[in-house]
């Protein structure tokens, strides 16, 4: 532990803390994690931005699907109908041959018999006929959904190109404030000297991107361990580097509002 007293305002950098008496290498350890929190944040969000723009290719290849589907399905009741047809033209083609032979029929046997097979027949060309029916309304449900379907299609299709538009502009406001962000990083780097800038680099990939912790009371924020009175003292007085007995991040106090 080691350092030197003196007034700093904490205000010259983003989430700076305003303490009242302090090492100015603290109060820029303070700022750089601020900074880098924010910097990792947008760093997440980043790498989040190829799932949202996956997410909205399978939206619209889900509603491209429905409509192809609704497409089949209605490729699939025509070619029935037209199967049906000809089954019905086939019928009328037997009942016109039984007309023809009515006239050579010789005996009441022979006229029984025929008049079977053409009511056979004409039973037969009804049962295809309202299965014809029941292809027609089926194709009217499905020439709905299938509009239903292009309207779904063409809305995710303008609301994907809003949302991807959307990203861009996301995107580049992010690589914007990344590259603001290291400016700032840079700037507040000057008050620190390179073993403290070392340590507090080693102790951000050590403790998952937070290096510097606040002490409330006497308990750390970052891994809740109370410290030892003459450590919290110490640390309360914001002018030395202190590292928490536990985690061994560097440790700050904010004073209570007035």
Known sequence: ?????????????????????????????????????????????LADLPAAEEAIRARLAAAAASVESVKALLA???NGRRALEKDVAGVDT????FDDHKAAVKTNQEYTALLHEIATAKAEKDAIEERILGLMEAADVLTKDRKAA??????????????????????TAIEAELLRLAGERK??????????????????????GIAVAEMKGEMCTACHVRQRPPVAQQIRRNDS??????????????PPAP
Do not use: H
């Open 1 to 45: 532990m080691s350092g030197a007293t003196g007034p700093q305002d904490l205000n010259r950098a983003p989430g700076r803390e305003k303490l009242t008496a302090v090492l100015p290498a603290l109060a820029a350890l303070v700022s750089l994690q601020a900074l880098d929190t924010l910097a990792d944040q947008a760093r997440k969000r």
């Open 76 to 78: 699939e009741n025509q």
């Open 94 to 97: 037997r009942l016109a041959r």
């Open 150 to 171: 292009e309207a779904a299609l063409a809305q995710a299709e303008r609301e994907g190109q809003e949302a991807r538009a959307a990203l861009a502009k996301e995107q």
């Open 187 to 208: 700037r507040e780097t000057t008050d620190v000297g390179g073993p403290l800038l070392a340590r507090y680099e080693q102790l951000l990939k050590q403790r998952r």
């Open 241 to 254: 580097i202190v590292q928490c007995d536990s985690c061994q991040r560097i440790l700050y106090f904010k």
